[in-house]
Protein backbone atom coordinates (compact mmCIF):
# COMPACT_ATOMS: atom_id res chain seq x y z
CA UNK A 1 0.00 0.00 0.00
CA UNK A 2 0.95 3.69 -1.20
CA UNK A 3 -0.43 7.01 -0.65
CA UNK A 4 -1.97 8.78 -3.55
CA UNK A 5 -0.74 11.51 -5.32
CA UNK A 6 -1.77 13.93 -2.94
CA UNK A 7 -0.91 15.97 -0.27
CA UNK A 8 -1.83 13.80 2.22
CA UNK A 9 1.10 12.44 4.48
CA UNK A 10 1.98 8.82 4.24
CA UNK A 11 1.10 7.87 7.89
CA UNK A 12 -2.73 9.62 7.76
CA UNK A 13 -3.18 7.77 4.57
CA UNK A 14 -2.07 4.46 6.24
CA UNK A 15 -4.62 5.41 9.33
CA UNK A 16 -7.77 6.21 7.52
CA UNK A 17 -6.78 3.31 5.32
CA UNK A 18 -6.97 1.18 8.17
CA UNK A 19 -10.10 2.57 9.76
CA UNK A 20 -11.72 1.48 6.40
CA UNK A 21 -10.39 -1.63 6.00
CA UNK A 22 -10.83 -2.70 10.04
CA UNK A 23 -14.94 -2.07 9.40
CA UNK A 24 -14.75 -4.32 6.25
CA UNK A 25 -12.45 -7.11 7.75
CA UNK A 26 -15.61 -7.04 10.21
CA UNK A 27 -18.37 -6.85 8.35
CA UNK A 28 -17.70 -9.38 5.89
CA UNK A 29 -16.08 -11.69 8.48
CA UNK A 30 -19.37 -11.87 10.10
CA UNK A 31 -21.30 -12.22 6.70
CA UNK A 32 -19.01 -15.14 6.06
CA UNK A 33 -20.12 -16.40 9.00
CA UNK A 34 -23.38 -15.63 9.01
CA UNK A 35 -24.87 -18.62 7.21
CA UNK A 36 -23.51 -20.83 9.26
CA UNK A 37 -24.40 -18.98 13.12
CA UNK A 38 -28.27 -18.42 11.58
CA UNK A 39 -28.71 -22.49 10.71
CA UNK A 40 -27.04 -23.25 13.56
CA UNK A 41 -29.46 -21.16 15.56
CA UNK A 42 -32.05 -22.01 13.88
CA UNK A 43 -32.84 -18.59 12.37
CA UNK A 44 -34.76 -19.19 8.95
CA UNK A 45 -32.17 -18.09 5.75
CA UNK A 46 -33.79 -14.92 4.69
CA UNK A 47 -34.17 -13.68 8.04
CA UNK A 48 -31.02 -14.39 8.31
CA UNK A 49 -29.96 -11.88 5.82
CA UNK A 50 -32.53 -9.38 7.18
CA UNK A 51 -30.45 -8.84 10.31
CA UNK A 52 -28.61 -6.20 8.20
CA UNK A 53 -31.92 -4.07 7.29
CA UNK A 54 -32.64 -2.09 10.21
CA UNK A 55 -29.05 -1.08 10.25
CA UNK A 56 -28.36 -0.23 6.42
CA UNK A 57 -32.09 1.74 6.77
CA UNK A 58 -30.07 3.68 10.16
CA UNK A 59 -26.89 3.86 8.35
CA UNK A 60 -28.86 5.06 5.00
CA UNK A 61 -30.75 8.17 7.00
CA UNK A 62 -27.66 9.02 9.46
CA UNK A 63 -24.97 9.02 6.89
CA UNK A 64 -26.20 12.43 5.57
CA UNK A 65 -26.23 14.19 9.26
CA UNK A 66 -22.69 12.98 10.37
CA UNK A 67 -21.70 14.45 7.00
CA UNK A 68 -23.26 17.81 7.93
CA UNK A 69 -21.36 17.00 11.59
CA UNK A 70 -17.98 16.27 9.89
CA UNK A 71 -17.96 19.87 8.40
CA UNK A 72 -18.88 21.22 11.65
CA UNK A 73 -16.28 19.17 14.49
CA UNK A 74 -13.71 18.18 12.01
CA UNK A 75 -13.20 14.68 10.03
CA UNK A 76 -11.38 12.65 13.12
CA UNK A 77 -14.01 13.24 15.68
CA UNK A 78 -16.23 11.73 13.37
CA UNK A 79 -13.88 8.70 12.82
CA UNK A 80 -13.60 7.76 16.32
CA UNK A 81 -17.49 7.97 16.66
CA UNK A 82 -17.82 5.56 13.88
CA UNK A 83 -15.05 3.16 15.14
CA UNK A 84 -16.36 3.26 18.62
CA UNK A 85 -20.27 2.71 17.12
CA UNK A 86 -18.44 -0.70 15.45
CA UNK A 87 -16.65 -1.70 18.19
CA UNK A 88 -19.68 -1.58 20.32
CA UNK A 89 -22.22 -3.20 18.04
CA UNK A 90 -19.89 -5.99 17.23
CA UNK A 91 -19.82 -6.65 21.04
CA UNK A 92 -23.03 -6.96 21.49
CA UNK A 93 -23.79 -8.98 18.50
CA UNK A 94 -20.78 -11.20 19.84
CA UNK A 95 -23.09 -11.53 22.95
CA UNK A 96 -26.27 -12.06 21.15
CA UNK A 97 -24.87 -14.99 18.93
CA UNK A 98 -23.40 -16.78 22.21
CA UNK A 99 -26.88 -16.97 23.78
CA UNK A 100 -28.23 -18.27 20.70
CA UNK A 101 -25.73 -20.83 20.52
CA UNK A 102 -26.60 -21.79 24.23
CA UNK A 103 -30.34 -22.08 23.34
CA UNK A 104 -31.18 -19.43 26.00
CA UNK A 105 -33.85 -17.97 24.17
CA UNK A 106 -36.05 -19.27 20.98
CA UNK A 107 -34.49 -18.13 17.70
CA UNK A 108 -36.95 -15.48 16.89
CA UNK A 109 -35.72 -13.43 20.27
CA UNK A 110 -32.35 -13.76 19.29
CA UNK A 111 -32.90 -12.76 15.86
CA UNK A 112 -34.82 -9.39 17.36
CA UNK A 113 -31.81 -8.80 19.81
CA UNK A 114 -29.64 -9.66 16.87
CA UNK A 115 -31.61 -7.24 14.63
CA UNK A 116 -31.17 -4.40 17.27
CA UNK A 117 -27.55 -4.77 18.30
CA UNK A 118 -26.72 -4.79 14.55
CA UNK A 119 -28.52 -1.47 14.36
CA UNK A 120 -26.10 -0.11 16.47
CA UNK A 121 -24.04 0.08 13.88
CA UNK A 122 -26.03 2.02 11.50
CA UNK A 123 -26.54 4.40 13.62
CA UNK A 124 -23.28 5.31 14.82
CA UNK A 125 -20.60 3.29 12.59
CA UNK A 126 -21.91 5.33 9.77
CA UNK A 127 -20.08 8.21 11.13
CA UNK A 128 -16.70 7.36 9.47
CA UNK A 129 -17.29 6.61 6.13
CA UNK A 130 -18.14 9.85 4.90
CA UNK A 131 -15.38 11.72 7.04
CA UNK A 132 -12.47 9.20 5.61
CA UNK A 133 -14.07 9.97 1.82
CA UNK A 134 -13.84 13.74 2.67
CA UNK A 135 -10.59 13.66 4.64
CA UNK A 136 -8.69 11.99 1.36
CA UNK A 137 -10.67 14.62 -0.61
CA UNK A 138 -9.49 17.77 0.28
CA UNK A 139 -6.02 16.23 0.69
CA UNK A 140 -6.38 15.24 -3.27
CA UNK A 141 -6.05 17.25 -6.33
CA UNK A 142 -8.79 16.62 -8.60
CA UNK A 143 -6.11 14.84 -11.37
CA UNK A 144 -5.31 12.52 -8.87
CA UNK A 145 -8.44 11.33 -6.76
CA UNK A 146 -9.67 8.72 -9.02
CA UNK A 147 -6.81 6.97 -7.85
CA UNK A 148 -7.03 7.92 -4.58
CA UNK A 149 -10.59 6.92 -4.30
CA UNK A 150 -9.23 3.60 -5.82
CA UNK A 151 -6.43 3.33 -3.23
CA UNK A 152 -9.31 3.92 -0.17
CA UNK A 153 -11.62 1.42 -2.22
CA UNK A 154 -8.84 -1.04 -2.03
CA UNK A 155 -8.89 -0.70 2.08
CA UNK A 156 -12.44 -2.23 1.32
CA UNK A 157 -11.33 -4.88 -0.57
CA UNK A 158 -7.93 -6.04 1.86
CA UNK A 159 -10.56 -6.17 4.48
CA UNK A 160 -13.04 -8.87 2.48
CA UNK A 161 -9.81 -10.61 1.68
CA UNK A 162 -9.06 -10.72 4.95
CA UNK A 163 -11.86 -10.86 6.64
CA UNK A 164 -13.33 -14.21 5.85
CA UNK A 165 -10.07 -15.43 5.91
CA UNK A 166 -9.69 -14.96 9.45
CA UNK A 167 -13.37 -15.84 10.93
CA UNK A 168 -12.85 -19.63 10.83
CA UNK A 169 -9.89 -19.13 12.92
CA UNK A 170 -11.60 -16.74 15.21
CA UNK A 171 -14.05 -19.88 16.09
CA UNK A 172 -12.80 -20.69 19.50
CA UNK A 173 -13.48 -24.09 21.08
CA UNK A 174 -15.58 -22.84 23.91
CA UNK A 175 -17.19 -19.91 22.22
CA UNK A 176 -18.16 -21.34 18.86
CA UNK A 177 -19.62 -18.83 16.07
CA UNK A 178 -19.35 -15.90 18.39
CA UNK A 179 -15.51 -15.66 18.66
CA UNK A 180 -15.15 -13.77 15.38
CA UNK A 181 -17.70 -10.61 16.48
CA UNK A 182 -15.91 -10.14 19.98
CA UNK A 183 -12.37 -10.32 17.97
CA UNK A 184 -13.40 -7.75 15.40
CA UNK A 185 -14.94 -6.01 18.13
CA UNK A 186 -11.21 -5.93 19.70
CA UNK A 187 -9.59 -5.10 16.32
CA UNK A 188 -12.32 -1.62 15.87
CA UNK A 189 -11.12 -0.23 19.64
CA UNK A 190 -7.45 -0.95 18.96
CA UNK A 191 -8.08 1.48 15.68
CA UNK A 192 -10.00 3.41 17.50
CA UNK A 193 -7.00 3.91 19.59
CA UNK A 194 -4.63 4.25 16.54
CA UNK A 195 -7.19 7.51 15.19
CA UNK A 196 -7.49 8.98 18.42
CA UNK A 197 -3.26 9.13 19.04
CA UNK A 198 -1.85 9.48 15.92
CA UNK A 199 -3.99 11.31 13.39
CA UNK A 200 -3.69 14.75 13.14
CA UNK A 201 -6.61 17.31 13.59
CA UNK A 202 -8.14 18.74 11.17
CA UNK A 203 -9.80 21.71 10.95
CA UNK A 204 -13.05 22.12 8.58
CA UNK A 205 -12.70 24.39 5.82
CA UNK A 206 -14.40 27.80 6.17
CA UNK A 207 -15.91 26.93 3.03
CA UNK A 208 -17.93 23.90 3.90
CA UNK A 209 -19.14 25.31 7.64
CA UNK A 210 -20.84 28.79 5.53
CA UNK A 211 -24.30 28.39 4.85
CA UNK A 212 -25.03 26.36 0.97
CA UNK A 213 -26.65 29.51 -0.26
CA UNK A 214 -27.02 32.81 1.12
CA UNK A 215 -30.61 33.45 3.27
CA UNK A 216 -32.78 35.72 1.41
CA UNK A 217 -36.38 36.47 2.32
CA UNK A 218 -38.63 35.46 -0.11
CA UNK A 219 -35.94 33.28 -2.08
CA UNK A 220 -36.94 29.45 -2.97
CA UNK A 221 -35.45 26.84 -1.08
CA UNK A 222 -32.64 25.02 -2.50
CA UNK A 223 -32.99 21.72 -4.17
CA UNK A 224 -31.03 18.88 -1.69
CA UNK A 225 -27.77 17.60 -3.13
CA UNK A 226 -29.95 14.17 -3.77
CA UNK A 227 -31.76 16.04 -6.47
CA UNK A 228 -28.74 17.63 -7.85
CA UNK A 229 -28.23 16.59 -11.81
CA UNK A 230 -24.50 16.97 -10.91
CA UNK A 231 -24.87 14.16 -8.44
CA UNK A 232 -28.16 12.32 -8.76
CA UNK A 233 -26.79 9.95 -11.63
CA UNK A 234 -23.75 8.84 -9.84
CA UNK A 235 -26.34 7.59 -6.91
CA UNK A 236 -28.85 5.63 -8.80
CA UNK A 237 -26.02 3.95 -10.19
CA UNK A 238 -24.21 3.27 -7.04
CA UNK A 239 -27.06 2.31 -5.64
CA UNK A 240 -27.70 -0.63 -8.30
CA UNK A 241 -24.16 -1.46 -8.40
CA UNK A 242 -24.05 -1.83 -4.56
CA UNK A 243 -27.45 -3.79 -4.42
CA UNK A 244 -25.95 -6.48 -7.09
CA UNK A 245 -22.87 -6.98 -4.78
CA UNK A 246 -24.57 -7.25 -1.58
CA UNK A 247 -27.06 -9.89 -3.17
CA UNK A 248 -24.08 -12.00 -4.38
CA UNK A 249 -22.44 -11.59 -1.35
CA UNK A 250 -25.41 -12.32 1.22
CA UNK A 251 -26.59 -15.46 -1.28
CA UNK A 252 -22.88 -16.72 -2.08
CA UNK A 253 -23.10 -18.64 1.31
CA UNK A 254 -26.18 -20.49 0.79
CA UNK A 255 -25.03 -21.31 -2.25
CA UNK A 256 -22.14 -23.14 -0.94
CA UNK A 257 -23.47 -24.63 1.76
CA UNK A 258 -26.30 -26.16 -0.76
CA UNK A 259 -23.74 -26.65 -3.74
CA UNK A 260 -21.34 -28.56 -1.54
CA UNK A 261 -24.27 -30.49 0.46
CA UNK A 262 -22.26 -30.02 3.63
CA UNK A 263 -23.65 -28.56 7.35
CA UNK A 264 -22.29 -24.90 7.75
CA UNK A 265 -19.53 -25.73 10.05
CA UNK A 266 -17.89 -27.82 7.29
CA UNK A 267 -18.92 -25.49 4.44
CA UNK A 268 -17.32 -22.21 6.50
CA UNK A 269 -13.66 -23.42 4.86
CA UNK A 270 -15.08 -23.58 1.32
CA UNK A 271 -17.70 -19.89 1.45
CA UNK A 272 -14.04 -18.36 2.86
CA UNK A 273 -11.71 -19.17 0.15
CA UNK A 274 -14.98 -18.16 -2.66
CA UNK A 275 -15.13 -14.84 -0.73
CA UNK A 276 -11.04 -14.61 -0.30
CA UNK A 277 -10.96 -15.02 -4.03
CA UNK A 278 -13.64 -12.51 -4.94
CA UNK A 279 -11.64 -9.78 -2.73
CA UNK A 280 -8.21 -10.59 -4.25
CA UNK A 281 -10.48 -9.85 -7.73
CA UNK A 282 -11.54 -7.05 -6.83
CA UNK A 283 -7.96 -5.79 -5.17
CA UNK A 284 -6.17 -6.63 -8.53
CA UNK A 285 -8.80 -3.83 -10.21
CA UNK A 286 -8.23 -1.04 -7.35
CA UNK A 287 -4.11 -1.38 -6.61
CA UNK A 288 -3.88 -2.76 -9.83
CA UNK A 289 -5.88 -2.41 -12.91
CA UNK A 290 -6.80 1.13 -12.51
CA UNK A 291 -3.33 2.27 -11.79
CA UNK A 292 -1.64 0.39 -14.64
CA UNK A 293 -3.99 1.74 -17.40
CA UNK A 294 -4.88 5.29 -15.68
CA UNK A 295 -8.50 5.13 -15.79
CA UNK A 296 -11.10 7.38 -15.48
CA UNK A 297 -14.28 7.33 -13.75
CA UNK A 298 -15.92 7.10 -17.06
CA UNK A 299 -14.11 4.31 -17.84
CA UNK A 300 -14.75 2.34 -14.72
CA UNK A 301 -18.23 3.16 -14.49
CA UNK A 302 -18.69 1.34 -18.01
CA UNK A 303 -16.01 -1.56 -17.72
CA UNK A 304 -17.04 -2.16 -13.46
CA UNK A 305 -20.79 -2.83 -14.70
CA UNK A 306 -20.14 -4.98 -17.71
CA UNK A 307 -17.60 -7.46 -16.20
CA UNK A 308 -19.96 -7.78 -13.08
CA UNK A 309 -23.03 -8.97 -15.16
CA UNK A 310 -20.96 -11.53 -16.74
CA UNK A 311 -19.56 -12.91 -13.75
CA UNK A 312 -23.14 -12.38 -12.49
CA UNK A 313 -24.42 -14.68 -15.05
CA UNK A 314 -21.38 -17.31 -14.91
CA UNK A 315 -22.94 -17.71 -11.27
CA UNK A 316 -26.22 -18.49 -12.30
CA UNK A 317 -25.37 -20.94 -14.77
CA UNK A 318 -22.61 -22.59 -12.82
CA UNK A 319 -23.77 -26.06 -12.12
CA UNK A 320 -20.82 -26.96 -9.23
CA UNK A 321 -18.97 -24.79 -6.49
CA UNK A 322 -15.54 -24.03 -8.90
CA UNK A 323 -17.70 -22.27 -11.24
CA UNK A 324 -19.35 -20.30 -8.95
CA UNK A 325 -16.36 -19.18 -7.25
CA UNK A 326 -14.75 -18.21 -10.83
CA UNK A 327 -17.90 -16.11 -11.84
CA UNK A 328 -17.83 -14.74 -7.96
CA UNK A 329 -14.45 -13.58 -8.75
CA UNK A 330 -15.31 -12.25 -11.95
CA UNK A 331 -18.23 -10.47 -10.72
CA UNK A 332 -16.14 -9.41 -7.90
CA UNK A 333 -13.14 -7.57 -10.05
CA UNK A 334 -16.10 -6.01 -12.05
CA UNK A 335 -17.34 -4.57 -8.51
CA UNK A 336 -13.50 -3.36 -7.91
CA UNK A 337 -14.38 -0.90 -10.61
CA UNK A 338 -17.34 0.39 -10.30
CA UNK A 339 -17.59 1.42 -6.90
CA UNK A 340 -14.29 3.55 -7.38
CA UNK A 341 -16.43 5.12 -10.50
CA UNK A 342 -19.02 6.41 -8.96
CA UNK A 343 -16.96 7.43 -5.82
CA UNK A 344 -14.58 9.72 -7.86
CA UNK A 345 -16.98 10.84 -10.02
CA UNK A 346 -19.29 12.51 -7.65
CA UNK A 347 -16.42 13.38 -5.96
CA UNK A 348 -15.23 15.50 -8.84
CA UNK A 349 -18.48 16.65 -9.42
CA UNK A 350 -18.91 18.82 -7.17
CA UNK A 351 -16.78 21.46 -5.55
CA UNK A 352 -14.69 21.64 -2.51
CA UNK A 353 -17.00 22.44 0.42
CA UNK A 354 -19.56 19.80 -1.00
CA UNK A 355 -17.45 16.65 -0.14
CA UNK A 356 -18.67 15.63 3.43
CA UNK A 357 -22.02 16.07 1.51
CA UNK A 358 -21.45 14.29 -1.10
CA UNK A 359 -19.46 11.20 0.88
CA UNK A 360 -22.37 11.14 3.11
CA UNK A 361 -25.09 10.21 0.24
CA UNK A 362 -22.61 7.63 -1.32
CA UNK A 363 -22.54 6.50 2.16
CA UNK A 364 -26.23 6.06 1.96
CA UNK A 365 -26.63 4.92 -1.21
CA UNK A 366 -23.45 2.21 -0.08
CA UNK A 367 -26.03 1.39 3.02
CA UNK A 368 -29.32 1.03 2.32
CA UNK A 369 -28.83 -1.41 -0.34
CA UNK A 370 -28.94 -4.19 2.23
CA UNK A 371 -32.52 -4.22 2.97
CA UNK A 372 -33.02 -5.74 -0.36
CA UNK A 373 -30.94 -8.76 0.51
CA UNK A 374 -33.60 -10.68 2.34
CA UNK A 375 -35.69 -10.56 -0.77
CA UNK A 376 -32.71 -12.18 -2.99
CA UNK A 377 -32.52 -14.60 -0.56
CA UNK A 378 -36.03 -15.31 -0.81
CA UNK A 379 -36.00 -15.75 -4.69
CA UNK A 380 -32.53 -17.73 -4.29
CA UNK A 381 -34.64 -20.46 -1.82
CA UNK A 382 -37.49 -20.89 -4.75
CA UNK A 383 -35.19 -20.96 -7.85
CA UNK A 384 -30.89 -21.01 -6.69
CA UNK A 385 -30.11 -18.87 -10.44
CA UNK A 386 -32.81 -16.26 -10.07
CA UNK A 387 -30.85 -13.60 -8.14
CA UNK A 388 -27.69 -14.06 -9.81
CA UNK A 389 -29.63 -13.57 -13.45
CA UNK A 390 -31.44 -10.59 -11.53
CA UNK A 391 -28.23 -9.01 -10.59
CA UNK A 392 -27.01 -9.80 -13.79
CA UNK A 393 -29.93 -7.91 -15.87
CA UNK A 394 -29.70 -4.62 -13.39
CA UNK A 395 -25.95 -4.86 -14.36
CA UNK A 396 -26.50 -4.93 -17.99
CA UNK A 397 -29.13 -1.83 -17.78
CA UNK A 398 -26.70 0.15 -15.79
CA UNK A 399 -23.81 -0.38 -18.83
CA UNK A 400 -26.52 1.23 -20.98
CA UNK A 401 -26.92 4.00 -18.32
CA UNK A 402 -23.38 4.73 -17.94
CA UNK A 403 -23.52 5.13 -21.80
CA UNK A 404 -26.71 7.36 -22.18
CA UNK A 405 -26.48 9.58 -18.80
CA UNK A 406 -24.90 12.90 -19.68
CA UNK A 407 -23.37 13.36 -16.50
CA UNK A 408 -22.00 9.18 -16.66
CA UNK A 409 -20.86 10.03 -19.85
CA UNK A 410 -18.60 13.17 -19.21
CA UNK A 411 -17.32 11.97 -15.80
CA UNK A 412 -13.65 12.32 -15.62
CA UNK A 413 -10.75 14.08 -14.02
CA UNK A 414 -11.32 17.76 -15.23
CA UNK A 415 -13.61 19.41 -13.35
CA UNK A 416 -12.60 22.82 -14.87
CA UNK A 417 -14.72 21.08 -18.37
CA UNK A 418 -16.90 18.62 -16.01
CA UNK A 419 -20.47 21.47 -15.87
CA UNK A 420 -20.42 23.02 -19.45
CA UNK A 421 -19.99 19.44 -20.79
CA UNK A 422 -22.76 17.94 -18.52
CA UNK A 423 -24.76 20.91 -19.47
CA UNK A 424 -24.12 20.62 -23.03
CA UNK A 425 -24.50 16.80 -23.04
CA UNK A 426 -21.05 16.61 -25.00
CA UNK A 427 -19.20 13.41 -25.05
CA UNK A 428 -16.10 14.46 -26.64
CA UNK A 429 -13.83 15.40 -23.25
Not at 106 to 115: E, G, K, Q, R, W
Request: hydrophobic fraction near 55%; proline fraction near 8%; glycine fraction near 10%.
Amino acid sequence: MSAPASTIPRRSFAIIFAVSAATAMGNTGLISVLPAIGRSIGIPDALVSAIFSLSALLWAFSSPGWARASDRYGRKPLMLVGLAGFAVSMALCGAVVSAGLAHWAPPMVIFVLFLLARAMFGLFGAASNPATQAYLAERTPPEGRTQAMASLAGAFGLGTVVGPFLAPLFVYPVIGLAGPLYTFSLIAFAMLMVVWRYLPDQKPLAESQRPRRPVIPGAPKAQPMWRDPRVQPFLIYGFIVATCQTALGQTLGFLIIDKLAMNPMQAQYFIAIAMMFGAVAGLLAQWGLIRMFEMTPRQLLRWGVAVAAVGSLIVALSPGYYGAVAGYAIASLGFGFARPGFTAGSSIAVDMDEQARVAGLIAAVNGINVILAPAFVFLYQHYGPLPFLISSSLLGAMLVYAFRNPALRNADPRPAEHDAAVLAGRDDL
